[in-house]
Each structure stands twice: as structure tokens, then as C-alpha cells.
């Protein structure tokens, strides 16, 4: 089965490809724009995503959204993290945390599909904290300020074992699961 993956990113199809080949599916990159709502749930952005995609007649189509939630931030920059890190950055993230000591934060992945006449909509989450400075030169966005375990940044972390631990890799086992549980799969 052929499922379109509604992205600007071509990594990320690679990266579904790679956990959903073994299931028969095949990963379609679909370079499409959608609505993105205003609000601080990113379940309800993949909602009317999928909502959205389906009245204009796409079918078998997943996307996602994720985002940084900074505690002390009040969860800034969370659904508008790729805004965040166009307009402030990472150092605009350090300096915000300037003078902060709790540095708690978690990363979320969104992910919802729609096949056939079914929805699954699933949410993996990587607590952690923000780092004092940028570390590392892997992974891409918050990447280099984000230690899920208090020691190396996701930017420090090889590929493979962030994919075991990152919240993307958390909501593909989440959204295998699912599909599973609904013999999609």
C-alpha cells in the first residue's frame, strides 16, 4: 500500500520509510501545504490537517507536527517551534532561559493518518531539559539544545539510538501499535 506523506521535509519520509517499509507500506512524498490552526495542541493541528487534506480528496496520507515545550517558558515555543527557531533561534531560546534553573522541557511528535476510512491521530513524548549552550553538530532545529537525559544533546546522540529515545521515534512505535491494533497493517 502506497501512503503519501504530507511534508516540506524529504528526510522525514526517509525516516517513516525506514520504520514502515517492513509493514508493506511505501512512502510517498507529497510536498503540499495544509491550514495549520492557532492553538497550543498539536493533536488539534493534525485534526483539522487531516480534516482539511481529506474534503480536498487526498487519501492515504499521513502527517505530523511536533514541537518544544519549555516549561518555564509556559511551553513556548511548542506549536510554534519552526517559527521559533526562524526568528529567534536556539541562542534566542538560551537567552530566554537566562538566569532560569528549572530547564525542564519535552519534546512532542504528533502523528496522524488517514487510511481508507479511518483516522489514527497518536503523540510521542521525550521529556528533558535545555542545555546552558549549543552542543553537537547532529540532527537539525532545538537539536543542540535538547538533553533528554541531563548529559549529550540530541545533537551529540548517534542517529540510531536518538531514533530509539526522540519522540519521533517514540510516536512511530505508538502509531505502528495502533495500526496494528486496526489490522491495517
Known sequence: ????????????????????????????HVNREYDEVQTPY???????????????????????DSGLFV???KGFPGVY?????????NKGILKLMGGVEDRSAVFKCCIG???GDQTVIVTGNCPGYITYEERGTEGFGYDPIFTPNGSLSF???????????????VALRLLID?????NII
Not at 485534526?47 to 502527517?63: A, V
Open 42 to 64: 498539536l493533536e488539534e493541528v493534525v485534526d483539522k490537517g487531516i480534516k482539511q487534506l481529506s474534503k480536498e480528496g487526498l487519501t492515504d496520507f499521513m502527517i505530523d
Open 71 to 73: 516549561n518555564a517558558l
Open 1 to 28: 500500500m502506497k501512503l503519501n506523506v504530507v511534508t516540506h521535509n524529504p528526510g522525514k519520509v526517509k525516516e517513516y520509510q525506514s520504520a514502515l517499509g517492513e509493514y508493506g507500506l511505501e512512502m510517498v
Open 113 to 115: 493518518c488517514r487510511i
Open 81 to 89: 517551534s519552526a517559527y521559533g527557531q526562524k526568528t529567534i533561534g
Open 155 to 169: 545533537a551529540e546522540i548517534p542517529l540510531e539510538e536518538k531514533n530509539v529515545i526522540s519522540h519521533r521515534g
Open 178 to 182: 495502533e495500526l496494528k491494533n486496526r
